[in-house]
């Protein structure tokens, strides 16, 4: 739609797990090492935490695409929301262990056993990774957690990864998940970008579309869209899709402050502006909610020069497809 108007070669803010688009400041960086480590080592269990729309599964596909994990296959499951039943069958299918298995646990766990030492003994490891974990029951994370007991005298043979919102980390806490507790390994918390981290973000997007930040979004918007989305990766994008829209609609070449506030006011989105320590003070409210403000810098906006944005896929080499079981 607007990609010739501002001279993008795509439409930069897609909520896809485009790797081209891959954004690591240092936490996110940290992130995919953990789940790297987690997957390649054969760790017991790998935890990652984050509110929706953090990337946690864009740094999932990255890790299990990465080098690193070259020797990993991987079940990955979106939809956990299942009686332990269904769950048992859904995870025979996608091991391919044949109808008899979804029907009896027991021959579940046999062919399961004997297709994950094979699989070791080929030099390969397979891991079960469970995204929006949140929403699993404590009866099937305690399921989870036997698929977990599954070993030789040496290693782990199923490696396992939950993800989900802050309410899975309020879920590990319950009483009856202590044994399960006990078996995390690798914990990682995603936190919202500050306002430098989403300058740079929008700024690595408009950049690999082959657009120049500095040219479409002026800093007062910027500021404005990191205050609207929380600094939420996913909140950020949408709100800069529908800024470029409006700003062609108009026929500006550079998104202001203006048609944000008319971004937000479509979406029903509320400002910290209507807070007392606003932007005419120069200052913003900490995001880890403690009553000391930080003072906005304009070099914390410096992400809009397109020279000072990291892209962060350079480092991620791709490995050869066919080894990812997905929805």
Known sequence: MYESFYG???????LTADAKYLFLRT???ETLSILQYGLFAAKTLTVLIGEAGTGKTTLILAALESERCRHVRCIYLNNPALDTDDFIRQLALKFDLGPEAGGSKALFLVRLELLLCERQACGETTALVIDEAQSLSIKL???IRLLANIETPSAKLLPLVLAGQPE???RLEHPDLRQLKQRVTLRCDLEPFNLADTAAYIASRISTAGGVASR???REAVTLIHEYSGGIPRSISVICDNA???GM?????KVDQAIVVEVGRDLRLNSRREQPSSIRSGVLPDESHDSTPHTVD??????????TAPVGTSALPRRAAGRFITE
């Open 141 to 143: 994370l305690e399921e």
């Open 216 to 218: 479409v979004f002026s």
């Open 244 to 246: 470029l829209m409006n």
């Open 8 to 14: 993008f070669s795509e439409r930069p803010f897609e």
């Open 168 to 170: 899975l980390g309020a």
């Open 27 to 29: 936490r996110q960086r």
């Open 249 to 253: 609609a108009l026929g500006r070449h």
């Open 298 to 307: 304009r070099d914390q906006t410096a992400g809009l020069d397109e020279n």
